[in-house]
């Protein structure tokens, strides 16, 4: 049974920044690509950046890139998101996810991911 565990969410200020992190088990991590999504309250889940299974691929949404990083540690079996310069509009619930087939690379849409995370609170102030 595939298990994602997020982690270190919180509550910052504007310009601060948090690294959250996603810890798997049950699957065979570094033959995965991940993923990171958010919601908002009373908004659908968005996408937030993508990781490929060596970490050679990345994709960003536009409204955090160059402020967000997605990385991976294979040896851990743990995903990053390294969130910097964080503004009142990141406020939400981070999930982590997975693709559940081998070597695939999904892209922006939450539908192509298997295996979520039960999700961090980000909560920025202004």
């Known amino acids: 049974q595939v298990q994602l565990v997020e982690s270190g969410g919180g509550l910052v200020q504007a310009g601060d920044s948090l690294r959250l992190s996603c810890t798997a088990s049950g699957l065979t991590f570094r033959l995965y690509a991940m993923g990171w999504f958010r919601q908002a309250p009373g908004k659908e889940r968005d996408f937030v950046a993508r990781?490929?299974?060596?970490?050679?691929?990345?994709l960003y949404a536009d409204s955090v890139k160059g402020r967000f990083t997605i990385s991976r540690d294979n040896a851990k079996n743990t995903l990053y998101l390294q969130m910097n310069s964080l503004k009142p509009d990141d406020t939400a619930v981070y999930y982590c996810a997975a693709k559940g087939r081998l070597f695939t690379l999904p892209g922006s849409q939450a539908l192509e991911y298997d295996h979520w995370g039960q999700g961090t609170q980000v909560t920025v102030s202004s």
């Open positions: 990781i490929s299974w060596n970490g050679d691929n990345t």
